[in-house]
């Protein structure tokens, strides 16, 4: 593990800095830009945003996954000035006092199971979305969705299998959606369609 990465992301995020994150060793070439709101030896938590200056998602992130680190260049200079001009206002995901005495990763996950908030984990660029309910110093259970937001039930993963715990996204916006309209979805499909529900010409 390259401990200079954690040193410049601490010293980064004490500044305030928007930073752009090369992450991904199968795309060497792609990078992400964010905000740091928390790291540790293991992980960072990163507020990241789109091209355009809007809040893409929160997301964890594994610090050995790093592979280099810009910041002061004109591409975040123009993101944060497009946040100012949008007066877009980041929403932290841990309390500023929060110690993370367990790790980054752990904090937050039991932060999310009190909140009962919806999150993603992507493990071997799989996504697993729904809600934890127990977490501890090595394995996190979920409660899962199915592809329409109903509950599944529930799987067991282990801490080290996740490449990124991921909240706040369109991905999880969409199953609190389908989540709060349960009850409509579920009526719906149980109605028999009517003939007045088909065209004339549909009919062969």
């Known amino acids: 593990m390259n401990h200079y990465f954690t040193y410049l992301l601490r010293q980064l995020m004490e500044r305030k800095k928007i930073v752009s994150i090369y992450a991904d060793e199968q795309h060497p070439e792609e990078f992400l830009v964010g905000y740091l709101e928390k790291v540790d030896a293991q992980h960072y938590l990163i507020c990241e945003f789109t091209p355009w200056g809007e809040v893409d998602a929160y997301r964890i992130r594994r610090m050995q996954d790093v592979s280099g680190v810009l910041y002061g260049e004109e591409y975040e200079e123009r993101i944060g000035l497009m946040l100012k001009l949008k007066d877009r206002k980041i929403r932290r995901v841990l309390p500023r006092d929060a110690q993370c005495e ?96 088909h065209h004339p010409d549909d009919v062969p």
């Open 102 to 197: 367990d790790g980054v990763l752990v904090t937050v996950l039991q932060q999310c199971r009190e909140r009962r908030e919806i999150v993603s984990l992507i493990i071997n660029q799989e996504i697993y979305c729904g809600r934890v309910r127990e977490c501890n110093g090595l394995y996190v259970t979920m409660e899962l969705f199915d592809f329409f937001g109903r509950v599944e039930g529930d799987q067991i993963f282990e801490l080290r299998s996740i490449d990124i715990l991921q909240l706040r996204s369109g991905e999880e916006q969409m199953y609190k959606c389908l989540e709060e309209h349960q009850a409509e979805i579920d009526k719906t499909e149980a109605e028999e369609p009517s003939y007045e529900d």
